[in-house]
C-alpha cells in the first residue's frame, strides 16, 4: 500500500463525507422516524427546527475515523488485488474485472470492523430532533456529543452494542464496494482514448457519479435495515429480536417496498459525492505520484 493512496484517499473521504452529510441526515431519519415522509418536508422540519447545524449532527467522528477506514479499504483493496494477481501468475499485469469484483467486496466487507462503532454513534445522533436553541418547553437531547453518545452505548448496552447493526452494515458495503469498483473500472475503460490510461476529467467525474448511484442501488435495502436495527429501542419500545426478524416484521408491516424508500435520496447523494471524491483523489495523487491511477474508495459514511 502506497503513502500517496492513503492521503489522498483520506483527504477525498473527508471531502465526500462533507459534502454528502446533510442529505445523509435527512436519509437516516426518512429511514427511521414516521414523522418524516419524504426528502424537502424532512429537510424543512430540520432547517426550521434545529437550524443548518441539524443537518450536521454526528459529523464530527466520520472526519475523525476517515483515515482508519480508509487505511482499512485501501489496504485490504491493493493485497488483494495483489494476491490474485500473483494466484494467477500474472505479475504486474493488468487485474481481470473478477479481481477487481472480489478485492472490492474483501475492502467493504473488512472495514465493518473499524467502521460499525462510528456508524452507530453517527446515526444516533443524526436522529436526534431535539433543538439546542433553549426552548424550554421540548426534552433535552439523550445524546451531548459523539464521544457521550459512544460511552453511552457502553454503559447501558454494553461493548457489543456498538456493533448493533453490523451485519446489515456488512451485507451492504461488501456487495456495494465490489459493484462501485467495477462500474468504475468498466466506465474509465469505456470511456479512455486508445494510447491513455484513464479519461479526461468529465469521465473521472461521470464514472464516479454513476460508479456512486450503482452501489447505493445494491446497498440500499441492507443501509435501511442497519439504520432500523441500530435505532430499535431508542426512541420508542424495541421491536425487533434480530436480522431476520426486523427483515419480516418491516415487510409484513410496510410492505417490501419499503426497503427502498431511500434509494432517490441515496442516489441523489452519491452522484455529487463520488465525484468530488474521485476528483479530489486523482488530483491529490497527481501531485504525489506519478503515473499511476488507482480507483479510490466510495466514501459510505
Not at 22 to 31: A, C, E, F, G, N
Request: net charge positive; proline share 5%; charged share 15%.
Amino acid at each position: 500500500m502506497h503513502i500517496a493512496d492513503f492521503v489522498s484517499g483520506s483527504f477525498a473521504g473527508a471531502c465526500g463525507v462533507v459534502v454528502g452529510y446533510p442529505l445523509d441526515t435527512v436519509k437516516v431519519r426518512i429511514q427511521t422516524q414516521t414523522q418524516f415522509t419524504g426528502l424537502w418536508q424532512c429537510a424543512a422540519v430540520t432547517f426550521s427546527k434545529e437550524g443548518v447545524h441539524g443537518f450536521f449532527k454526528g459529523m464530527s467522528l466520520p472526519l475523525t475515523t476517515i483515515s482508519m477506514t480508509s487505511s482499512v479499504v485501501f489496504g485490504t483493496y491493493r493485497n488483494c488485488l495483489h494476491c490474485l494477481s500473483q494466484a494467477r501468475g500474472a505479475g504486474c499485469g493488468p487485474n481481470t474485472k473478477l479481481e477487481v469484483f472480489l478485492s472490492g467486496l474483501a475492502a467493504g466487507i473488512a472495514q465493518t470492523s473499524v467502521m460499525s462503532p462510528g456508524d452507530i454513534v453517527k446515526v444516533r445522533l443524526q436522529c436526534q430532533t431535539e433543538s439546542k436553541r433553549g426552548e424550554t418547553n421540548m426534552p433535552k437531547p439523550k445524546y451531548r456529543g459523539p464521544v457521550h453518545c459512544l460511552l453511552s452505548i457502553i454503559k447501558d448496552e454494553g461493548f457489543m452494542g456498538l456493533y448493533r447493526g453490523a451485519l446489515p452494515l456488512m451485507l451492504r458495503d461488501g456487495p456495494s464496494f465490489a459493484t462501485y469498483f467495477l462500474t468504475y473500472t468498466i466506465i474509465c475503460e469505456l470511456l479512455t482514448d486508445s494510447g491513455k490510461k484513464r479519461p479526461g476529467w468529465s469521465g473521472v467525474m461521470l464514472a464516479g457519479g454513476i460508479g456512486g448511484m450503482v452501489g447505493w442501488t445494491i446497498g440500499t435495502p441492507m443501509d435501511f435495515i442497519k439504520a432500523r436495527l441500530q435505532m430499535d429501542g431508542v426512541q420508542q419500545t424495541k421491536r425487533y429480536k434480530g436480522f431476520f426478524h426486523c427483515i419480516s416484521e418491516i415487510a409484513r408491516v410496510e410492505g417490501a417496498g419499503v426497503f427502498f424508500k431511500s434509494w432517490g435520496i441515496n442516489c441523489l447523494r452519491a452522484f455529487p459525492v463520488n465525484m468530488v471524491v474521485f476528483v479530489t483523489y486523482e488530483v491529490l495523487n497527481g501531485f504525489l505520484k506519478a503515473d499511476r491511477v488507482d480507483p479510490p474508495r466510495l466514501g459510505f459514511e
